[in-house]
């Protein structure tokens, strides 16, 4: 993602958790979450907020962003594990 991108995605989690996030923390989080997309990251966001009550970490949208991804990739070339 790129700093607009995380921004809008802050800016979610910002609505939910009536939270505010300064420039450099926008900066910090687009560090940690660069190599994620846009559009797993704000499903993430979605799906972390339908199970948990607690403050969303960068981490958080990492590992969600991760699992969407293999979801996406299952689903659409099916599970060869068997």
Aim: proline fraction near 1%; charged fraction near 25%.
């Amino acid at each position: 993602m790129n700093l607009e991108q995380t921004a809008t995605v802050l800016a979610m989690v910002a609505l939910v958790e009536s939270r505010t996030f300064t420039n450099e923390q926008i900066g910090a989080w687009q560090s940690l979450l660069r190599d994620v997309e846009f559009e797993h990251a704000k499903q993430a966001v979605i799906k972390y907020y339908q199970s948990s009550t607690d403050a969303m970490k960068p981490a958080h949208i990492f590992k969600l962003s991760k699992d969407i991804k293999t979801e996406l990739k299952k689903a659409h070339y099916g599970n060869f594990d068997s």
